[in-house]
């Protein structure tokens, strides 16, 4: 979605933050490869491979090799991946830049992270705010494909956790709507 078309949704500059902006526009990087942790396995898998997976079922051969020995159910797997989080995309940049947001992407950031931690809750606001930007739906699919550099760490063993906390920031965002609600 380019910036204009964020524009036409209502979603003027003070509220998209500016990360999102600076990488969107510029076409930077995107999340290529992931490397998938499970117990003492880690594979690195590329994002195009997690999706074709997560969209159809089809497993390439060493996914299907990880999956088989971190004895993790596939069709879980998937559900994880897939499974949306309606959110307002306004309302979640705003949410993400307070003081409650800055903590939920602290603990998110424990499960989908860099090899460096270096700047990991700033660019999982990115990834969540790009993944709302084009339908105002969460998946940790849309994040890993949306999450600003070339390789990023999910932590399997904790993929449920991840989602949970996503649906986490859902409620925190109902919340804040019905504050607002209140005060108009």
């Keep these: 979605m380019s910036y204009k078309k964020l524009?036409?949704?209502g979603i003027?500059?003070?509220w998209v933050t500016p990360i999102v902006l600076v990488l969107w526009s510029s076409g930077a990087i995107a999340a290529e490869q992931v490397i998938l942790k499970y117990n003492i396995f880690e594979r690195s898998v590329s994002v195009a491979e997690l999706t074709t997976f997560a969209e159809t079922g089809k497993l390439s051969r060493d996914l299907k090799?990880?999956?088989r020995a971190s004895k993790q159910d596939p069709e879980q797997i998937r559900r994880t991946l897939t499974?949306?989080?309606?959110?307002n995309v306004v309302t979640l940049d705003r949410v993400l830049?307070?003081?409650v947001g800055n903590v939920a992407l602290e603990q998110l950031s424990q499960y989908i992270y860099t090899s460096s931690r270096k700047a990991d809750p700033e660019a999982m606001r990115?990834?969540?705010v790009l993944s709302a930007a084009e339908d105002n739906t969460i998946s940790i699919l849309e994040i890993a494909q949306n999450y600003p550099t070339e390789e990023i760490y999910i932590d399997g063993d904790r993929l449920a956790e991840t989602y949970a906390q996503i649906l986490l920031l859902r409620g925190g965002l109902d919340n804040l709507?019905?504050?607002i609600r209140e005060v108009l």
């Design 83 to 87: 499974d949306k989080v309606e959110v």
């Design 126 to 128: 990115a990834a969540l």
């Design 97 to 99: 830049n307070s003081i």
């Design 12 to 14: 003027g500059a003070a």
């Design 7 to 9: 524009l036409k949704r």
């Design 177 to 179: 709507l019905e504050r």
């Design 65 to 67: 090799a990880y999956i």
